[in-house]
């Protein structure tokens, strides 16, 4: 009999903990006055479902990521620097809310902070 690992996927609690993860960060972000207007027409459960399902995939989960790409999902959004900071401070005190601990938080941190470049469109 084998082991199986625990990784990050097993640690943020497989789908349903990183569905309550992304439900907590959606409530930061619309409690943002800096940030509601960027989601003032975007269809949130699509969004919500989406990423899950990225989040999920980024930390060895199961499942594919269905949306579109990061290019085209944030074309025409004018998303500065400093609005994407704010996102990935909401999701990181999300994941501290959810229990997630530090070396999940830096890695999941780690993968979206290279999709910089694709979702900053000043
Ligand atoms: C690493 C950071 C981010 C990730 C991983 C991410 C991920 C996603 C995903 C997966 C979607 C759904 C795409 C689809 O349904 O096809 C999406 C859409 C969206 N994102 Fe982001 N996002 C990030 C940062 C941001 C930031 C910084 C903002 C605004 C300040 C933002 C605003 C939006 C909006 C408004 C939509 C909906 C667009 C629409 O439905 O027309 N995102 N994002």
Redesign the pocket.
Known sequence: MSDSPVGPYQELGRHPGIRRAVQEFYERIAADPS?VE??A???MD??RR??VE?LAAAVGGPGQYT??T?AK??QG?H?TDE??DR??GHLNAALVDVGADDRTIREVLRA?SG?RMD?VQE
Do not use: K, N
Request: charged content about 15%; aromatic content about 12%.
């Open positions: 940030l960027y989601f027409d975007a269809d699509r969004l989406h990423v990225l949306g579109r990061m999902a944030h959004l998303i609005a994407f996102v990935l979206l999709m979702i």
